[in-house]
């Protein structure tokens, strides 16, 4: 053990060094005064007790203490004279020209924290004013200043540091264990500049003539490519901030990483934000808790940035009825009716997108171990779907073995329902114990609604979350929201799975129902939006589990006699 220890104190020396002498680079030389300079990006650093404590979460979690335990022992050489109840940061600074990146460490001993450097590289030289410089192959400039080490690769950026450098982290330390926080703003204009026409450049460089796409065609898409690139400057003068962030939260049991950011008021994007910032759904009936996925995203879009994106979509309209034209593939009526799918398809959505406003439910329900899919979603004219359907249907319906449509099979809540039923006469028992005898998929069209579903009982299913979705009109929801339950797809794999059963069965035992999901919510909070992508203890659980049960049967294998 001390052995290992002594050549992991050596290597992660070595790392500890490179991430200092990598957080404090200076990107060019800085002339202003601090007065003037303006935070480009902080990074955030949790205490190290709440590290160590998290990881021993985790570790615990997915039944491996051990390692938990073993991160602290190993961590703690690198971590000695460093104040273990506060944060860790980096700070990028600008004038308006150029950058200037500082590190900070909280300190309880300034000797100790530098001791592994001095073991490796030797003792630190005193350059005045509480500044040393260490004896690296790149110097690394060190001032302790109150109870914080300051660190830089410049000697004149340890001139004028602050008394209370965790102020500038401002909540990061508490709501992360990892952060970064950028200002967009705050960047000098002349990179601005060279930030967005590098990006044009690349992609000027990346765009190809397609061999059938016109001089003219070609010119459009080029210029829409580019008006998208150049919406990418509004990052600069309507985003204030923007912070990605990684925590353990033993308290909500998981851990997430977050996407967010903070728009300027009065901005395009703080108009879109209030827009979207009290929606509601007309497909509350087609998520349902405990179902194997769920997933519902509603949105509302000012009307020039709709129109924007329908022209987009139109585009692609001209391209695939292009692309089934030269392909040869298909020839005559078949032809036509590829092409008026492709077109009705297309003009859906761009008709839809013209509206200004999505809004869909959908799921996966595996309840008592039988599938069924279900599907809801604002469009902006149903019968436009039912063409582009029967067109579909007439390309199809020669094929050998393609099942009859019932057409307008029966009419429930206005809504129009065609149903196929699919044959199962030479399905897998497996198939048929999920999707059922008599499985069927189903188009529901309303004037301004599509419904399909698919799998066992479907149509009692679709009536249902059709039924739901009416006693639930109006109900508030975010963005989205896109959740997958782990514990029903394990207990399907289990129950038809025979070549893992140990793993399987160690993973559904270590699930907790309703803490066994992954999910992935967006929500706007006034002028803030947030992605949130969680993974719920169960999960990680049910990994570790899984995991080590699998490892114990492969090590029972080796070691079992050959006879």
């Known amino acids: 053990m001390n052995t290992l220890i002594q050549k992991s104190r050596l290597v992660l020396g070595r790392l500890v060094l490179a991430s200092m002498m990598l957080v404090a680079m200076p990107l060019a030389m800085l002339q202003a005064q601090e007065a003037e300079m303006k935070p480009v990006a902080v990074i955030s650093i949790s205490p190290v007790k709440k590290i160590l404590a998290d990881t021993q979460y985790l570790a615990d979690a997915a039944n491996q203490s051990d390692f938990g335990r073993m991160a602290a022992i190993m961590s703690a050489p690198f971590t000695q004279g460093i104040d273990k109840t506060r944060p860790i940061g980096v700070v990028v600074m600008t004038d308006g020209q150029e950058f200037a990146p500082t590190a900070f460490i909280p300190v309880t001993d300034m000797d100790s924290l530098l001791l592994i450097i001095k073991e490796q590289f030797g003792p630190p030289q005193d350059m005045g004013n509480d500044v040393k410089m260490l004896p690296t192959p790149m ?82 898409r080029k210029e829409q490519i ?189 809504i129009r329902m065609h149903v196929m039923e699919i044959p199962t006469d030479d399905a897998p028992p497996q198939a048929k114990e999920i999707l059922g005898d008599k499985p069927a998929f189903i188009l529901g069209v309303g004037e301004k609604s599509v419904y399909f579903a698919f799998g066992s009982d479907s149509m009692t299913r679709l009536k249902k979350a059709i039924d739901d979705s009416i006693a639930g009109t109006d109900t508030k929801v975010n963005l989205g929201k896109v959740s997958i339950a782990l514990l029903p797809i394990l207990k399907l794999a289990q129950k038809y799975d025979d070549k893992n059963p140990a793993a399987i069965n160690a993973a559904v035992e270590a699930l907790t129902a309703g803490n066994d999901q992954i999910l992935v919510t967006s929500e706007v909070n006034g002028l803030e939006t947030q992605a949130r992508f969680l993974i719920q203890e169960g999960v990680i659980k049910a990994i570790g589990a899984g995991a080590a049960a699998q490892n114990a049967n492969e090590f029972d294998a080796k070691e079992a006699p050959a006879f």
Do not use: C
Not at 167 to 186: M, S, V
Not at 257 to 272: C, I, M, N, P, R
Not at 357 to 363: E, F
């Open 139 to 220: 110097p690394v400039f060190v001032k302790k200043s109150g109870d914080w080490a300051f660190v830089a690769m410049d000697m004149d950026k340890l001139s004028n540091v602050p008394a209370d450098p965790a102020a500038l982290l401002k909540t990061l330390p508490t709501e992360y264990d990892f952060a970064i926080q950028a200002y967009p703003g705050n960047v000098p204009e002349i990179y601005q500049n060279v930030i967005v026409s590098q990006m044009k450049a690349g992609v000027e460089l990346s765009l190809e003539q397609e061999p059938d796409e016109t001089d003219e065609e070609f010119a459009a």
């Open 226 to 414: 580019n008006a998208q690139l150049s919406e990418i400057s509004r990052i600069f003068t309507e985003v204030s901030d923007l912070t990605i962030g990684w925590n353990v939260d033993a308290s909500q049991q998981g851990t997430y990483l977050d996407v967010k950011y903070t728009v300027v008021e009065g901005s395009q994007f703080a108009e879109q934000l209030a827009m979207n910032a009290d929606l509601t759904t007309e497909f509350s009936g087609f998520t349902k808790k405990g179902a194997a996925f769920n997933a519902q995203a509603t949105s509302k879009t000012p009307e020039e940035q709709a129109e924007k994106l329908a022209t987009q979509i139109n585009d692609i309209r001209d391209q695939a009825i292009r692309q089934l034209e030269t392909e040869g593939k298909l020839q005559g009526d078949e032809l036509e009716s590829a092409k008026k799918v492709v077109d009705l398809m297309i003009d859906t959505v761009v008709q839809t997108v013209r509206t200004g406003s999505m809004d869909t439910g959908m799921m996966v329900d595996l309840d008592g171990g039988q599938a069924v899919a279900l599907i809801g979603m604002h469009v902006a004219d149903g019968s436009r779907v039912e063409d582009g359907f029967k067109e579909l249907v007439k390309l199809l319906e020669s094929e050998p073995d393609f099942p009859a449509v019932k057409w307008d099979a029966e009419t429930y809540q206005a």
